[in-house]
């Protein structure tokens, strides 16, 4: 399939894309089972885009339940080369209000090891570069698209991604404050990690619902609070996407293409036919360079 410019993981609240025209539906099957949903593929401003519930339909998936791997080799398999992942948050800092939008720059795992969190494996072994665990045009295109919508926007900070389902309690964030961490969720993770592996330019677009557990004039975070603000929070984050897709043909260069060149280490020769069905789209630039 010809490349689509962007594909969009919708979060919390956030479970289709108005103004997406021409819409076909995909459900690739994948060797890890089903992505979330369907993906909706169509056209904003002239430009392919995709859509994913993240949550799937309904809103039927946890955060650790959410099959990641299917979800980022069907959007690869698409020819999908840019994500963005609009996700729900918590803040951390007073000046990261309910209602504003976090570009982060950077992520602290505390999800328990039970998350899928690689495509390598079972004769294949690379290790990608993560310092930076976005990528900077994305993250560039994302700040200006969410700050063309008339939010406040805010450029960099700490997601810090628990495991959940339930959110933390006040002696964790105030924990997650000290380190520095400047929202919190639960999602970015495997998605940062397999877009990386996949060679994918990620960012995210984290829309703040409420002040997690440590404010003392607010109450502590529930669902229904954070529901309440995430329908203001979602027409936002669609208009941003908006947004997004013009100013993409502007993104400056990236290395997020050509992640394997450095972190894969098996031989090609020495893999197998099975791991390159396996692995087809996540492997074809790379094993089509050294062919």
Same mark, same amino acid.
């Given at each position: ?5 962007? /594909? ?24 890890? #089972?089903?992505?979330?949903? /369907? ?13 994913? =519930?993240?949550?799937?339909? #309904? ?41 504003? +939008? ?15 969190? &690689? ?9 990608? /570069?993560? %310092? ?16 063309? &919508? ?30 520095? %961490?400047?929202? +919190? ?9 397999? %877009? ?6 990620? =960012? ?8 997690? *557990? ?8 529930? =669902? ?15 208009? *941003? ?5 013009? *100013? ?20 090609? #020769? %020495? ?18 360079? &050294? *062919?």
């Amino acid at each position: 399939m010809a490349g689509i410019a962007l /594909a969009v993981l919708g979060g919390s609240g956030f479970y289709d894309m108005p103004g997406l025209d021409a819409v076909e539906e995909f459900a690739p099957e994948t060797p890890f #089972g089903p992505p979330s949903a /369907a993906i909706r593929v169509g056209t904003i401003a002239g430009q392919r885009v995709a859509f994913l =519930a993240r949550h799937g339909h #309904g809103h039927r998936l946890l955060p650790s339940e959410i099959p990641q791997r299917a979800n980022f080799w069907a959007l690869k398999s698409l020819g999908v080369e840019r994500v963005l992942s609009v996700s729900a948050v918590g803040s951390l800092r007073e000046d990261y209000r309910p209602g504003d +939008v976090v570009v982060p720059d950077q992520l602290i795992d505390r999800t328990r090891g039970i998350r899928p969190s &690689t495509f390598f494996g079972d004769g294949v072994v690379a290790h990608i /570069a993560f %310092a930076d665990p976005f990528c900077p045009a994305m993250r560039q295109a994302a700040l200006y698209s969410a700050s063309a &919508t008339g939010a406040r926007a805010h450029s960099g900070g700490s997601y810090i991604v628990i495991e959940g389902p339930a959110f933390g309690t006040r002696a964790e964030s105030e924990l997650y404050r000290r380190w520095g %961490a400047s929202v +919190v969720g639960m999602t970015a993770l495997p998605e940062a990690k397999l %877009a990386r592996e996949a060679e994918l330019c990620y =960012a995210i677009l984290a829309a703040v619902t409420d002040y997690d *557990a440590w404010h003392e004039h607010h109450e502590a975070v529930d =669902a229904r609070s954070v529901f309440e603000v995430l329908a203001r929070n979602v027409a936002t984050s669609q208009e *941003a996407i908006r947004h997004a897709v013009p *100013a993409l043909a502007g993104l400056r260069a990236c290395t997020c293409r050509a992640t394997l060149d450095a972190a894969l280490v098996t031989s090609p #020769g %020495a893999i197998s036919a099975e791991a390159r069905a396996r692995l087809g789209p996540i492997l074809s630039r790379r094993l089509g360079e &050294t *062919a």
